[in-house]
């Protein structure tokens, strides 16, 4: 049989139960479209973090204390406590030549009240004047606090953009207060908006000196991370080396009881945590492709059934098996194939759509499309064979007496 009158047989067939076919195109098009957008998702989910990451710099490294294990995260090195990181390290390393900036951080979340009577939960940061070149932070408004105020303890503090709006509304809110645990506060500066950096929104930050963190808030002389800016990329393996052994030295120890990141690290992280996270909505979704794969085998079962004594005269007039065969096959591919175009497309107007009311960051890659295109054909193969092959071997004089 030649390959048009074999598409023109499988059509007329399809179009002969409108219904039947039109719910099982619609079984494969939910889940082409689910498959699409949870793709889609996770591919914009890692552009996001990957802008994000390198709008703080790409030069950077950030020390944490502990030791970093594989499936066990930050956790102690066996050599006491994991908080082991204080002013001294920050003096052991400012001195290596190719460190642009370094800033320790500590961190805490608290309750913020501004002196118009909004409050938000928010986390206090604090930081030396270097932390807004390490990070690359941009005054919108006022001014960030001076090596001065962080020496005298001044109780300065400088907004993130979106907590100045949440504290303030559409006040100004330079040179106003803000109370921090019972702490008076004074306003300084905003920060232009910033957006978020993986998991860390900087627009929903406070940023205070750390000397007044340490001895007003936090209540202790250590620090949740050091962030360090390398003049050039080409020198982050060399700071990374410079730093892991002068604070070796410094700590006395064999083994580092820290650990040093580049900005690359977290990114392969963050990358690997949102891949893994797709790669299982993906799996979820592709349970409704074969869901639908399920129904295209029915239909095909059932269709076979009410066509026995067509293919059996068929059969009887020379029809051979692998022509029923392809046939078959052929009605169950148009199917997947119609219900796969239809999914891409409304796929492609979910993740547009998820982008454009939920502000999250969606792209359709040509893989994801690639894949959708393979797996719907592959379910059309996989589960139109079985009904095909079932039609084939009928017997024609036994199909010809079906009643």
Known sequence: MRIKDLVNESLDS????????LLSILGIMIGVA???SMISLGEGSKISIQRSIESLGSNNLIIFPGVVQPGRGFVSSGRGDAQVL?????????DILEIEAISPEVQRRFQVISDVGNNRNTIILGGSKEFFVVRNMVIDKGSIFNDEQLRSYAKVAVLGNQIAKDLFNDIDPIDRKIRIRGVNFKVIGVLAAKGSAGFVNYDDFIIIPYSVMQKQL???EYFNSIAVKVNSKNNIDYVRQAVTSRLMQLHKVDEPDFSVF?????LATLTSIINTFTLFLSFVAGISLIVGGIGIMNMMLTSVVERTKEIGLRKALGAKNSD?????????????????FIGIIL???????????ANITTYVSMQAVIISIAVSVSVGLIFGYYPAKRAAKLDPIEALRYE
């Open 347 to 357: 796929g492609v107007v979910i993740s547009i759509l998820i982008s454009r009311f």
């Open 34 to 36: 689910a498959v699409v």
């Open 324 to 340: 029923i065969l392809r046939q078959i096959i052929l009605e169950s591919i148009i199917i997947t194939s119609f219900g796969c």
């Open 262 to 266: 580049s900005q690359e690290d977290i």
């Open 14 to 21: 399809l179009r002969s139960n409108k219904l039947r076919t």
């Open 86 to 94: 204080k002013k001294d390290d920050i003096e052991a390393i400012r």
């Open 218 to 220: 936090s209540g202790n």
